[in-house]
């Protein structure tokens, strides 16, 4: 394989949704195991700012909150796994969950909860603490944040009754 063919099948797997350095690589490394090749691929990739670590870091805590609300757990899990940098990554969370930042771990809690109050409007307060509790731990939210928001999840159903 040569560079051309290399960089129009990279382009086309960036065509998708954007990419860390890391998940590019990886790509890369399935294509060829030529290292130059991957070296001025990635230059390349760096030059046109096609691939930039902290961009994504940011791209991907904005869109998982926006489609699947998550704790910030759970997103640092996931852009660990993707291969970002820790200073990246905790710079990316802390600005994303700063007080004055439109959501933060209580608000998105509280948006993936909505989804289900219409389903667990009848249960009891026991169950819905289980079912609920079980359901914002596995999107990643701290304890804290899942104690307070099942309660106001927990009232507000059943305040409108």
């Known amino acids: 394989m040569d560079l051309p063919q290399l960089k129009n099948q990279v382009l086309k797997f960036l065509s998708y949704r954007p990419r860390s350095i890391t998940e590019v690589t990886r790509y890369l490394h399935g294509k060829t195991t030529d290292e130059t090749l991957i070296n001025q691929t990635l230059d390349f990739l760096k030059k046109y700012k096609l691939v930039d670590d902290e961009a994504f870091a ?52 509280l948006q993936a909860l909505q ?16 079912k609920a509790g079980r359901f914002l731990a596995s999107r990643g939210f701290s304890w804290g944040v899942i104690e307070e928001v099942v309660k106001t999840g927990y009232n507000s159903t059943h305040v409108s009754r």
């Open 58 to 109: 940011k791209w991907l805590v904005e869109s998982r909150s926006r489609s699947r609300p998550r704790g910030s757990r759970l997103l640092k899990q996931e852009l660990i796994s993707k291969g970002i940098d820790p200073s990246i990554i905790n710079s990316q969370l802390s600005s994303f969950n700063l007080p004055s930042s439109t959501l933060n771990d209580k608000d998105l809690a």
């Open 115 to 130: 989804k289900k109050l219409p389903r667990w409007q009848n249960l009891a307060f026991r169950d819905f603490r289980v």
